[in-house]
């Protein structure tokens, strides 16, 4: 039963709340139960040794990026190694697993249902590294929610129509000290991201929040949200995650096609 529809929220990952289960266990900070209508971000710790794995689903779309640890990655028979950063792209009708190594294995997983009659990638995309800077948006000035700051952060696109993506997309902040991702809001999307490396902070409904490694930031429809990096220094804040379903707005600020290939 779904939970009436949150403004949006910032979860902890003090505040997580694992099941146990014989690979590991997994939490869901974003979901139904919380009032997440459009997706649901998991948290897959798995023990050196074990896998974890999603079954076939015929309408389902599935992200998953490695947050900690190393091991393998297999999207029905794609099979790659993975470690921090890595990311994995699985369409519908595609299983997931993720085998760890010997120190074991923490992803986030972003899963989604397909509505019916979108389009599908004829040759996707099915792994990827958060750092793959091959297309990108700049100077993102927002959707004028709140006044943009022009030291402006980069998004990198790693899984989105351009690579295959039917539902889900996967973006890489990269937020340099002084750097800001501008507020900014989707009409049609929820947005599930969160804080890869370093210390950031991030804007929701009408405040900025501190935010660290791990933490996760979801915001319904129409909901403002950005990231900033406020610090003086030289450490770096990205962030990933993106849009359910992905917001075509997007790429048109980036000057490339939101059409699915």
């Not at 997580?16 to 209508?37: L, N, Q, T, Y």
């Not at 798995?46 to 076939?56: D, E, I, Y």
């Not at 930031?217 to 804040?237: I, K, M, Q, S």
Request: proline share 7%; with cysteine; aromatic share 8%.
């Amino acid at each position: 039963m779904l939970t009436e529809q949150i403004q949006g929220t910032i979860i902890r990952t003090a505040d997580f709340v694992f099941s146990p289960f014989d690979w590991g266990r997994v939490a869901e900070p974003v979901g139904p139960m919380m009032g997440a209508h459009k997706v649901t971000l998991l948290v897959v710790e798995v023990a050196p040794g074990k896998t974890w794995r999603l079954g076939w689903a015929l309408e389902e779309e599935n992200v998953a990026v490695i947050f900690d640890g190393s091991g393998h990655g297999d999207v029905t028979a794609h099979r790659t190694e993975v470690g921090r950063g890595s990311a994995l792209h699985s369409p519908t009708g595609k299983t997931l697993e993720l085998e760890a190594g010997p120190d074991g294995l923490t992803a986030y997983v972003w899963r989604t249902k397909l509505e019916g009659g979108e389009p599908t990638g004829s040759n996707p995309r099915l792994d990827n590294e958060l750092w793959n800077d091959e297309t990108r948006l700049h100077g993102f000035a927002g959707t004028g929610e709140v006044e943009a700051d022009e030291r402006t952060a980069v998004m990198n696109f790693l899984f989105w129509p351009g690579t295959g993506s039917a539902r889900l997309c996967l973006h890489c902040g990269i937020q340099d000290p002084g750097q800001t991702f501008n507020v900014h809001q989707h009409p049609d999307s929820e947005e599930a991201f969160i804080a890869f490396e370093g210390h950031g902070q991030m804007y929701l409904i009408d405040r900025w929040h501190d935010v660290g490694p791990g933490d996760v930031l979801f915001a319904a429809p129409g909901v403002p949200h950005g990231t900033r990096n406020p610090e003086d220094g030289t450490a770096r804040f990205a962030t990933c995650g993106g849009p359910t379903p992905f917001d075509p707005v997007l790429y048109a600020r980036a000057n490339v096609s939101a059409e699915v290939k």
